[in-house]
Each structure stands twice: as structure tokens, then as C-alpha cells.
């Protein structure tokens, strides 16, 4: 879209500052070289044509019930536990971990496996409309390095993390921290060196137990040098909550890795204290409703999260959570906030669900100010990157069906909770076209 704008005419739904959900009808927006320029309402299209100097063939006129939205923003996933995702649902976390996940991330060693994965997931989640993700991939610097190229060719907004784990781990997955801090080291300068501004290393600490002090204070000073986003886990289950709890966090802050774009995921048994101290560093958390019901970890209260002002979006976590797709996630997120009202009703208490307005907010602008984006992504305004979704619900073997008496809200809630990639017809990041039918 370099050049000449290309000019989008119809309806778009997006998220503000101020209200979770807006909707405009019969707008403009107009896209030169991946960044929003205008927005407009339709009569203003024959002068902004002639201002421009756009042909008719550069102005796409969106057919009636379909809509543009911001693409979606995965705050948290897995990229080589795609292989097995949608199957192993039957332990609970940590001998989940050592039952299956580490030895499947173990054979990342063998970079021709890495690059069917890796290749796989990246596509996948683009179909899905995943515009940015926040992966983690495994310790091997050389298969996380094909990740990175495998994310730039495909033209998808992302952070990528090397694994760092020095302890409390099997012998045949596990690094000393001298080999941990030098290959993050590596990977950090060879990709920092690109100066891509659509893909981006990541300081990925696994977890606090998986990690020496040692090793965390020296990946902070490594981040002091390049400033780079962070993410780990934090508080995912009871358990961790015997093993420190504050203390967790407390080190990450001491290492400064607490920051505006550090990306906790979990965080379901989180405290007020340490809600507060998130909110003083500008830290967010990603919520994986999908895999903190599937490895039965618990709810996450985020009605409680947003009372209290931090910062939260949506993750997949693929694959503790078997779905790619952020709808997935969106529709799972609904799920736990009725469960805690339920739960809460019970004992006779009252409780306020997440609306769908605000399960949207979550997938798209919450999750680009979890990852410290919110100024480049996750909704329509004049100067941001272009990211976007066309939607189209009357698409062929569409997986919902669309009725004379339904407005526009029905058919952006029809989407969010029944549809999938077959409505998602365009796909793209900063401009560019990067998935759709």
C-alpha cells in the first residue's frame, strides 16, 4: 500500500480509551504506506479522492454486513506447542509440563521439526485473525532464530522470546545460566540488529522456579542495556502461591523487569498487593481463560483486574489452551467471568459479567496495551498502524446464519461468539494483506 492510499468505505467497530466499544456507519479510513491517514464520513470520499489523487480501483467499498475491525492481539502463546494442541488435556499443570510439553519443545534441537511447526502456527494464527502475538519458543537460539525469520516472511506483528530456564528442570531440556544468558544475548543481537518494526525480541524468563536469582538480575541488566518487552508466568496456580507469591514478583521487579510492556500470563491468584504494584510499574496481565480451565488451574477474577485499573488482555496460550483462535479465547473469557457469577450468586453476593463489549476490548486494544503498543495498534486512529480484519457474516459456509430483523450489534456479537477464519476475508498488518479467502 506504499504510494497511493487506498481508501476503506463502509462500517468498522473498534475500542477507545473511553468506551469499550464504538461503531461507526458509513465511514472512511484511509491507509498510506500502512498507516491510517484519515478517517472521515462517506460524503467527504469525492474530496478526499481528488486530495489524494485515488482511483476508484484504490477505494474498497465494503458489501452490506461486512465491517472492519482492529486485528486481534494474542498476549500469550506457545509457538512449538502447536504441535500437539487440541490433544494431552489430561494433567494438570506441572505434570503437564514434564509429561509432555518439555519433551515436545525439546526437539526443537532439529530445526527441519522446528520449521514445519513454527511455519504451521504462524499461518494458523494469521488465518485467525492474530495480527500480533506474544510467543515464547524454547531455549535453542538457532530454532527461535527460524521462528523470527519464519514471523518476518509472513508479514505478522510480533514478540518473540528465547526460553530461559536454568533450574528445577528435566536434565535433557534445561540450560546452565552461562549458556542461558549468552544465547539470549546472541538471539537479542541478531535480531535487535534488523531494526524490524513489526518483530521484536522478547526477555522470556519461563518462571520464577524455573529460573536462578542469578539468571534473572543478570537478564535484567541484559534489558537495562537493549530495553526490551518482558514475559514470563506469574501465580498460575495455588501451588505458586506457596512457592513466594509477592516474593515472585518482587524479584522480577528488583531486576527491573517490571515495566509498561512486561506481559505476565496467569496471574489467576493474583493479591491486592501485587495488583497495586502492577499498576505502579504499568505491567499487564494476559488472561488464558481456555488453559486455566483445561489444565483446571482456576479463574481469573478480571472484573476485579479492571476495578482495580491495570492493564489486560486475552491470551491463548496454545497449548495449554487448545485453540489458536482469539474468538476462542474471547468466548472462554465469557465463560469464566459467568462461572465466578454463578459462584458468587451462591453466596448470595452480586457480580457484574465481562459484556461482550468489553471481551472485544480485551482481544484487541487491551491486549496492545498489555504489550506496551497501544500508541502503534489496536484500534482505528489517524497516525496508528493499519492492522485490521475485514469481516464478512453472509461469507460462503459461513458458521452463522444472518436474519432480516438483526441490527448491527447482533451481527458483530454473532461474530465474536459463532464466528471463525471463514468470515475473516482480509487480514492485515501495518497495510499489508497478509492472510483471508
Known amino acids: 500500500m506504499a504510494g497511493t492510499p487506498t481508501i476503506f468505505h463502509g462500517s468498522f467497530v473498534h475500542s477507545t480509551k473511553e468506551k469499550d466499544m464504538v461503531t461507526h456507519n458509513d465511514m472512511v479510513i484511509g491507509v498510506e ?31 452490506k454486513w461486512q465491517f472492519l475491525m482492529p486485528g486481534l492481539v494474542d498476549t500469550h502463546i506457545h509457538a512449538p506447542q502447536y504441535a500437539f494442541a487440541g490433544s494431552k488435556m489430561d494433567l494438570q499443570l ?31 494464527t494469521l488465518k485467525n485473525g492474530t495480527t500480533t502475538a506474544c510467543y515464547f519458543a524454547t531455549l535453542h537460539r538457532d530454532a527461535t532464530n527460524l521462528l523470527f525469520q519464519i514471523i518476518e516472511k509472513a508479514g505478522q506483528r510480533a514478540y518473540v522470546g528465547k526460553v530461559n530456564m536454568d533450574c528445577c528442570s528435566p536434565t535433557y531440556y534445561k540450560e546452565t545460566m552461562e549458556e542461558s544468558l549468552e544465547d539470549t544475548k546472541k ?37 537495562q542495556q537493549y ?31 517490571l515495566k509498561h510492556n512486561t506481559v505476565l500470563a496467569h496471574c489467576v491468584y493474583i493479591s491486592e498487593e501485587e495488583l497495586d504494584l502492577l499498576k505502579l510499574r504499568g505491567s499487564g496481565i494476559a488472561h488464558c481463560p481456555n488453559s486455566n480451565i483445561t489444565l483446571r488451574s482456576g479463574f481469573l ?27 476462542d479465547a474471547l468466548r472462554s473469557a465469557s465463560q469464566v467471568s459467568k462461572t465466578i457469577a454463578i459462584q458468587r450468586e451462591e453466596r448470595g453476593e452480586n457480580y457484574e459479567i465481562l459484556t461482550y463489549k468489553e471481551l472485544f476490548r480485551l482481544a484487541t486494544l487491551g491486549g496492545s496495551e498489555v504489550m506496551g503498543l497501544d500508541e502503534t495498534i489496536g484500534n482505528f486512529q489517524v497516525g496508528k498502524d493499519f492492522d485490521g480484519i475485514v469481516v464478512d457474516p453472509l461469507v460462503e459456509n459461513s458458521p452463522f446464519d444472518v436474519f432480516s430483523t438483526d441490527t448491527f450489534s447482533d451481527i458483530i456479537q454473532k461474530f465474536l461468539f459463532l464466528g471463525d477464519d471463514r468470515n475473516m476475508i482480509d487480514v492485515f498488518v501495518a497495510g499489508t494483506r497478509t492472510s483471508g479467502r
Open 94 to 124: 506441572y505434570d503437564w509440563l514434564s509429561t509432555y510439553t518439555f519433551p515436545t519443545e525439546a526437539k526443537f534441537k532439529d530445526l527441519k521439526y522446528a520449521m514445519d511447526v513454527y511455519s504451521k502456527v504462524v499461518d494458523r
Open 187 to 223: 538471539f537479542v543481537e541478531s535480531t535487535v540488529s534488523k531494526k524490524n518494526p513489526l518483530v521484536t525480541p522478547i526477555i522470556t524468563p519461563r518462571f520464577t522456579g524455573s529460573c536462578s536469582e542469578e539468571l534473572i538480575m543478570s537478564l535484567g541488566r541484559l534489558n
Open 301 to 327: 477474577d478480571v472484573r476485579h483486574v479492571l476495578e482495580k485499573g491495570c492493564k489486560i488482555g486475552l491470551g491463548t496460550d496454545v497449548s495449554g489452551g487448545y485453540s489458536c483462535s482469539m474468538l
Open 33 to 63: 504506506r500502512g498507516k491510517i491517514i484519515f478517517i472521515e464520513h462517506e460524503t467527504r470520499l469525492p474530496d478526499l479522492m481528488s486530495e489524494y489523487s485515488v482511483p476508484r480501483d484504490k477505494v474498497r467499498h465494503l458489501e
Open 227 to 257: 530495553q526490551l518487552p518482558v514475559q514470563t508466568h506469574e501465580l498460575e496456580t495455588r501451588a505458586d502461591v506457596g512457592t513466594g507469591g509477592l516474593n515472585h514478583l518482587h524479584i522480577w521487579d528488583k531486576a527491573g523487569l
